[in-house]
């Protein structure tokens, strides 16, 4: 067996540790302000990889000395170790579930179930420590994984397996995530622990652990600025700074009709659920054609990446088909309608200002006509016949 150097596993293993912690530090606003379950999970992830930095440095400093103690302190650190991947497996799949679907309780009842594979795995570990069957430390601190320990690296791939399976499934049913850190997870880990456990005394396990970690962490964060957490649709701020625009050529505005007087007579909250409704339309529609972003408060933009006015007014009529379908199954004391105005337009030779201006009095004209057909519904007339009668 090779030397080990000690210096290189306390290094890389520092490096790694202040990598995480500077990025958890970056992240802490958005990690006390964000969604319940799905934070807790990476936050708990990272505290077990902060523990195996220093289990870590730990067992590699005692390589070199001899002594039952010493063993008992090197089993203990790799217990740790397999106890601690285990869990931070299972944790990915708690923050991928709770992050797609929210706190459900089929999610819940699931995750008890890898909880309680977590928990037997455990009381393994113990047999283990008193009866290798797992793995061992000789009295020469020499590590060997006996056939059964096998096992708990069957388990963490099957379980990064089965994320893989899940996140693509639900991007087929469910449409396109955006910031969710499927590669920056798993990549980092699939290159440093399969490298660790070939090279004896190379420490890459729980720095390439801290990689992957720090990426959720970054994502979270670029979710949160450039996703509307209405809507769940990007965000002005998307569209400018990824210039995404640029890279079609039709766009429609749209603009749910009644939006003030929603929120003046149910409530902001009930606003909030018809953006809701009506961004899930808006985004299952835009998939198949390019993107969608909420503009503004009540103003959605639906990008095409084939620029035919033809095929903008096919898709407004899809909206209209989808926002019909929906609203036959729902019991709401109004009705979602909106209003659009149409644009194609060549990127490479037209500003986004100029787009705009144009798809904003597009815009008008269709909101002018849909107030000319409901009367009652213009809030801007109301005031003025009611100031006229009081005159």
């Known amino acids: 067996m090779s030397q080990v150097s000690v210096t290189a596993v306390v290094v890389a293993n520092l490096i790694g540790m202040m990598i995480l912690l500077i990025v958890r530090y970056c992240t802490n606003s958005i990690l006390e302000n964000y969604r319940e379950k799905d934070i807790r999970t990476v ?7 902060l523990a195996g930095f220093f289990t870590d440095m730990l067992m590699y400093s005692l390589d070199s000395s001899r002594g039952e103690i010493v063993r008992i ?125 070939m090279i004896y005394g190379l420490s890459l396990g729980w720095v390439s652990m801290a990689i992957s970690l720090s990426g959720i962490l970054m994502s979270l964060q670029s979710e949160a600025a450039y996703v509307d957490n209405v809507t769940g649709l990007v965000n002005r701020a998307f569209l400018f700074n990824n210039k995404s625009y640029r890279k079609v050529s039709g766009v429609i505005m749209l603009d749910l009709d009644r939006f003030r007087y929603i929120n003046s007579v149910f409530g902001h909250r009930e606003g909030d659920n018809a953006l809701r409704d009506f961004g899930k339309i808006v985004q299952r529609v835009a998939l198949r054609y390019g993107f969608a972003v909420r503009y503004t408060g009540d103003e959605f933009l639906l990008f095409s990446r084939i620029g035919k006015e033809q095929l903008l007014e096919q898709i407004v009529e899809e909206l209209r088909k989808e926002l019909d379908q929906i609203e036959v199954g729902v019991n709401r004391p109004y009705e979602l309608s909106f209003s659009y105005g149409l644009k194609v337009y060549d990127p490479d030779t037209e500003s986004f200002d100029d787009i705009e201006k144009v798809l904003e009095e597009r815009l008008n004209k269709n909101k002018a006509l849909f107030y000319e057909r409901h009367p009652e519904l213009d809030r801007r007339r109301k005031k003025k016949e009611t100031a006229e009668e009081s005159e």
């Open 73 to 197: 302190i090197i089993l203990l650190c790799r217990t740790y170790s397999s106890f601690a991947n285990i869990w931070i497996s299972v944790l990915w799949i708690g923050f991928l579930k709770y992050h797609l679907y929210g706190e459900k309780k089929e999610i819940n009842t699931q995750m008890k179930l890898l909880c309680v594979m977590g928990v037997v795995i455990d009381a393994l570990l113990v047999v283990n420590f008193f009866f290798p069957f797992l793995f061992k430390v000789d009295e020469n601190n020499h590590y060997t994984r006996l056939l059964p320990g096998y096992g708990l690296v069957l388990v963490v791939l099957i379980l990064m397996a089965y994320s893989i399976i899940h996140y693509y499934d639900y991007r087929r049913t469910k449409g396109l995530v955006r910031f969710f850190p499927i590669g920056v997870f798993l990549i980092p880990v699939a290159i440093g622990h399969p490298i660790q456990m």
């Open 43 to 49: 936050q708990i992830a990272v505290a077990l990889n």
